[in-house]
């Protein structure tokens, strides 16, 4: 199963270690700064999203 994370703050690392632990795979990415959206996104093999509509 593929999931999001919104927010790239102090727990996302905690939050995505809990993904990969369940067995899901953190497909998109989204959080206010672009720069540090994108960054996170490309350590963790996902997409960047600038808005909440990635579910399209």
Do not use: K
Not at 29 to 37: A, L, S
Request: aromatic fraction near 4%.
């Amino acid at each position: 199963m593929r999931v999001g994370l919104i927010g790239t703050g102090m727990v996302a690392e905690t939050h995505v270690a809990a993904i990969r632990g369940a067995g899901l795979t953190l497909s998109v990415v989204m959080g206010r700064d672009p720069e540090r959206t994108q960054a996170f996104a490309a350590r963790h093999g996902a997409r960047a999203a600038d808005n909440i509509n990635f579910v399209a």
